[in-house]
């Protein structure tokens, strides 16, 4: 079984900054990619930001240069920081890896966090 787990949403003044942590553990042979979307209350699920194995990474339109992904191959972790963070921000935010185990190749999501920014 692949878990992935989430911490370090809360509450934060607009402006402020929280750092997002997940970690896959289980039976794992390779991870391809992992990263983080958001879904907000009758939209669709976004990519905020996703970084790939070799340490590629790619970001949403409205979070560019305020987010930062990084990955810690050995833990199968990977952190999202993030700054200047608005109103806007605030949502579900989801961890998600495309990763190889037993049962061959998949994409994997975590329960969610949630993050509030205030006015």
């Known amino acids: 079984q692949v878990q992935l787990v989430e911490s370090g949403g809360g509450l934060v003044q607009a402006g402020g900054s929280l750092r997002l942590s997940c970690a896959a553990s289980g039976t794992i042979f390779r991870i391809a990619n992992m990263g983080w979307y958001r879904q907000a209350p009758g939209k669709q699920r976004e990519l905020v930001a996703r970084?790939?194995?070799?340490?590629?990474?790619y970001y949403g339109d409205s979070v560019k240069a305020r987010f930062t992904i990084s990955g810690d191959n050995a833990k199968n972790t990977v952190y999202l920081q993030m700054n200047s963070l608005k109103p806007e921000d605030t949502t579900v935010y989801y961890c998600?890896?495309?990763?190889?185990?037993?049962?061959?190749?998949?994409?994997?999501w975590g329960q969610g966090t949630q993050v509030t920014v205030s006015a």
């Open positions: 998600n890896a495309y990763l190889q185990n037993f049962r061959g190749w998949d994409s994997y």
């Open positions: 970084i790939d194995s070799g340490g590629s990474t």
